[in-house]
T-cell receptor, first 114, second 112 residues
Framework: DAGVIQSPRHEVTEMGQEVTLRCKPI?????LFWYRQTMMRGLELLIY????????DSGMPEDRFSAKMPNASFSTLKIQPSEPRDSAVYFC????????????FGPGTRLLVL | KQEVTQIPAALSVPEGENLVLNCSFT??????LQWFRQDPGKGLTSLLL?????REQTSGRLNASLDKSSGRSTLYIAASQPGDSATYLC???????????FGEGTQLTVNP
């Protein structure tokens, strides 16, 4: 298996622009997680899905952020409009539903908003 | 709200030394505790997962212990090597769901 796939790996955009981050989980995994990592706040959970349904979005910072999972093999995290404080590394992770397994992380998308 | 703290924030040791990384958490109602490794510019790689009913897990030169009642875990690395240089993150999974709460990490440097 190729592992969790994220695209793009790097994104540089200007304030006010829309940003879309993409994630393909490991096949057979029915949990998908979006995290954000910054120097100031560390690694924070934004939202997670189970069987394509959002379960907990309490970590989504504000209405500018939205996430979707239209099918079991694809998810997006969208920021509209983007702001400089959104600059961070965004990770996607997935795992099976047994609960006794770890989460598998993608390589991350490094976002810079100018 | 669960809080996870890791001590020390950074550690530099000579090659071959045994070392201990510490993790503490405020809410003992956890499902499991996990240790991850993160290399610069990369994602996280799982090292060890300890279920709440377990006391320790071992993988090669790594040993992780869990004392749920006191809210503490340690990661022991034996005979450290330069390739062990990375940031080590501790995370707890809540008993009430799948949410992982991470510590700030310990940045380890092993000098040849």
């Amino acid at each position: 298996d190729a592992g969790v796939i994220q695209s793009p790996r790097h994104e540089v955009t200007e304030m006010g622009q829309e940003v879309t981050l993409r994630c393909k989980p490991i096949s057979g995994h029915d949990y998908l997680f979006w995290y954000r990592q910054t120097m100031m706040r560390g690694l924070e959970l934004l939202i997670y899905f189970n069987n394509n349904v959002p379960i907990d979005d309490s970590g989504m910072p504000e209405d500018r952020f939205s996430a979707k999972m239209p099918n079991a093999s694809f998810s997006t995290l969208k920021i509209q409009p983007s702001e400089p404080r959104d600059s961070a590394v965004y990770f996607c992770a997935s795992r099976r539903s047994t609960g006794k397994e770890t989460q598998y992380f993608g390589p991350g998308t490094r976002l810079l908003v100018l | 709200k669960q809080e996870v703290t890791q001590i020390p924030a950074a550690l530099s040791v000579p090659e071959g030394e045994n070392l201990v990384l510490n993790c503490s958490f405020t809410d003992s109602a956890i499902y499991n505790l996990q240790w991850f490794r993160q290399d610069p510019g990369k994602g996280l790689t799982s090292l060890l997962l300890i279920q709440s009913s377990q006391r320790e897990q071992t993988s090669g030169r790594l040993n992780a212990s869990l004392d749920k009642s006191s809210g503490r875990s340690t990661l022991y690395i034996a005979a450290s090597q330069p390739g062990d240089s990375a940031t080590y993150l501790c995370a707890v999974e809540e008993a009430s769901g799948s949410r992982l709460t991470f510590g700030e990490g310990t940045q380890l440097t092993v000098n040849p």
